[in-house]
């Protein structure tokens, strides 16, 4: 049985870990906030299968449906041709760039 005044082995390891990431610097700080995002299509299904573009849920939030429809198309017209990383059109890149 624990004492309750003890942290549990949880509680430490948080501890440390909030240490650590006021050690980072602010890119380090970014970059592990971005990773942290839920990222995800819009349908929910691999983009490999749907020509789909990955983007954080909280974009997709802030995106109209035809926002959405023209940056899935101009992904699938990417992949059609072959390629792996498409731009997004640059008014929903310049909208969704607030969330990355």
Same mark, same amino acid.
């Given at each position: 049985m624990e004492c309750p005044q003890s942290p549990t082995a949880s509680q430490q390891l948080q501890e440390e870990w909030r240490g650590?990431?006021?050690l980072m610097k602010p890119q380090q700080q970014d970059?592990?906030?971005?990773g942290?995002? %839920?990222?995800?299509?819009?349908?929910?299904?691999?983009?490999?299968?749907t020509g789909e573009r990955y983007l954080p849920d909280n974009a997709f939030k802030g995106l109209s449906r035809a926002e959405i429809a023209a940056t899935n198309s101009a992904k699938r017209?990417?992949?059609k041709a072959g390629k792996q990383f498409v %731009?997004?059109?640059k008014k929903i890149a310049k909208k969704t760039?607030?969330?990355?």
């Open positions: 650590v990431h006021n970059l592990l906030d971005w942290n995002q %839920k990222w995800r299509t819009s349908s929910g299904k691999p983009s490999l299968k017209a990417g992949m %731009k997004q059109p760039a607030a969330y990355r």
